[in-house]
């Protein structure tokens, strides 16, 4: 038994890696997971991009399951609607046609026969100059017939905005959303500021869903080092004295109104409630919950209570743990995170420059040939009039 040790070890050490590299975390450099980059080169080579029409989602699952998907139909969709759904991205990647689902519940959208998809104009900018050989590394598909990029020429820090979640094998990332201007402006910044102090490039977590940050100086400082305290946020409520009842119209990122509704129920029927009646869920594209007081109930009291005991009151983490180079895990500062884009876009940049500069070479000759062509247009014209043969 001794001498099976060192193979499982081993064996949990290469697939750890391979879960993390393959699976769990983003690449620091476009921000995506190699599924969801998968997916979205499938419906690029698909011309399901923004400037074609709607197709069906079952026909991006489709291809993206036969060029290089593997994890098989139901994720596959997920990962589409997901990434249409306005509440779960901060900038849609996806234009969805149909019911994409709604924050009252995870996974709630229409069948993929029903809906339909492409990609959003935002994210075609991730894609600029792809056929430009401005990525040098390509993987192969699951059955070595194609490859697609191991990394995304994004000219833009599009998809960081988004934030995401990923959870590996004793490693885990997690990424707050962001303003898409603040970033470019922060990005800007560093670029032309390569010494610059953090705080001259920091900007505050802006989640699609709203809410308010409770703990800024704390995420500030989490975000300073790559990892620490979570964002801790509060719903946005409004006490409606005349009906009795608090309005919740922004509601924490990635929580969804049915949890909020079934710890309400679960409230309402124990001893401890403080003074809710009853609720009503009246979300559709954006939080709209309302929850009714007994005539008693001292309302300050009792938005005190649902804060602690309610998600109406949640926590995103922050863990700047992402892939280095898209190989190695590595907890970044944000500083560094941020860096790590610039440096790629500088690379896609010269890389998309150089394949112009040699295309203009390569037809040089030609151009310096129609130029002689001209100088003595008259002797052309009499040699090709006085050809004996075409």
């Given amino acids: 038994m001794s001498n099976l040790k060192p193979i499982i070890e081993d064996s949990f050490i290469q697939y750890s890696g391979a879960v993390l590299q393959n699976r769990a975390l983003i690449d620091v450099r476009d921000g995506l997971k190699p599924s969801a980059r998968q997916i979205f080169y499938s419906m690029v080579l698909n011309k399901l991009t923004s400037d074609k029409p709607y197709k069906k989602t079952a026909n991006a699952v489709g291809m993206a399951m036969a060029d290089f998907y593997i994890h098989g139909d139901s994720s596959c969709e997920g990962v589409i609607m997901r990434a249409g759904q306005p509440f779960a991205m901060r900038y849609a990647l996806i234009d969805v046609k149909g019911n994409a689902g709604s924050l009252i519940e995870s996974g709630n959208w229409a069948a993929m026969r029903y809906t339909e998809s492409r990609l959003s104009k935002i994210y075609n900018l991730l894609f600029t100059d792809i056929n430009k050989d401005t990525i040098d590394e390509w993987r192969d598909s699951y059955d070595n017939t194609k490859q697609y990029p191991a990394v995304l020429p994004t000219k833009g820090y599009y998809n960081i905005c988004n934030g995401t979640m990923g959870i590996g094998i004793g490693m885990a990332c ?77 509601i924490p990122y990635a929580v969804y109104t049915n949890t909020i509704c079934r710890e309400l129920e679960e409230i309402i029927n124990s001893e401890e409630n403080p003074g809710v009646d009853r609720f009503n869920d009246l979300t559709g594209k ?46 970044f500062t944000w500083k560094e995170m941020l860096q790590a884009h610039i440096d790629h876009e500088k690379e896609i940049y010269r890389r998309g420059f150089e394949f112009d500069l040699r295309k203009i070479k390569e037809r040089l000759h030609i151009i310096e040939a129609l130029l002689k062509v001209i100088e003595d247009i008259d002797r052309d014209v009499h040699i090709i009039k006085t050809s004996e043969s075409p």
């Fill in 286 to 331: 954006t939080a709209l919950i309302k929850i009714y007081l007994t005539k008693k109930a001292n309302p300050n009291k009792v938005l005190k209570y649902l804060y602690k005991n309610t998600s109406l009151q949640s926590h995103y983490s922050i863990n700047f743990t992402m892939l280095d180079k898209g190989r190695f895990p590595k907890i």
């Fill in 174 to 250: 997690s990424v707050p959303q962001y303003n898409l201007k603040e970033m470019n402006q922060a990005l800007e910044h560093l670029l032309l500021n390569p010494d610059c102090d953090f705080n001259e490039i920091y900007i505050a977590p802006d989640f699609a869903t709203g809410a308010v940050l409770l703990n800024e100086d704390e995420v500030k400082e989490s975000m300073k080092k790559g990892n620490g305290f979570a964002c801790k946020l509060r719903s946005i409520v409004e006490y409606d004295k005349k009906e009795n009842c608090f309005i919740v119209t922004e």
